[in-house]
């Protein structure tokens, strides 16, 4: 990334082809049945098929992704099948949280549901990665990066969204009224 990809009051902007961010976090330290991820994009992507935030695509990674050839986003937490959401791709919080072994809440839009999705052992022994995700196994390099501009973006315990949202459009709005 170079300066000119941040922008203080909405975040920083990917390229859709190579940039991307490592949180440090390895994808099968995260407990099975307790994690989650978010991000709160200011600027949706346009590039094919990215990753905002994720491990891998295989059973027992984490993902959120939008389909550019629907109007769907794919999400998976230590899950083995996907759950697409039906959404038009929104510039604002997205996020995953599981905290039982046979579902999991998405959030997306302003609105938490419960998709059913028994979990599957964390896989991964690379970082999760943001504005892209590592190949299948969760280990090897960056592919499906993003282009969207990300303000925000949390890994860890899991956790109620429907607050977190709450707060991160409170954070993300409080600082736009302090630059302008």
Do not use: M, W
């Not at 949706?44 to 986003?73: E, F, H, R």
């Not at 956790?159 to 630059?179: E, F, G, Q, W």
Request: proline share 2%.
């Amino acid at each position: 990334f170079v300066i000119g990809d941040y922008d203080r009051e909405t975040g920083l902007l990917g390229n859709g082809t190579t940039k991307y961010l490592s949180t440090g976090i390895v994808g099968n330290t995260l407990s099975q049945n307790d994690a989650h991820i978010s991000c709160y994009y200011t600027t949706a992507p346009s590039s094919t098929n990215p990753v905002a935030i994720g491990s891998g695509n295989a059973n027992g990674n984490i993902l959120i992704q939008y389909l550019t050839t629907s109007t769907n986003i794919n999400i998976i937490l230590h899950g083995g099948t996907y759950a697409t959401a039906q959404a038009t791709h929104p510039n604002n919080f997205l996020g995953i949280s599981r905290s039982s072994s046979s579902s999991f809440e998405q959030r997306y839009n302003q609105t938490t549901s419960n998709k059913s999705s028994t979990s599957q052992t964390p896989v991964g022994t690379g970082t999760i990665l943001v504005y892209a995700r590592r190949t299948s196994s969760g280990s090897g390099g960056a592919t499906q990066f993003s282009d969207g501009r990300i303000a925000f973006y949390s890994v860890g315990l899991a956790i109620n969204l429907a607050n977190l949202d709450s707060r991160v459009d409170t954070l993300i709005n409080d600082i736009a009224n302090a630059i302008t």
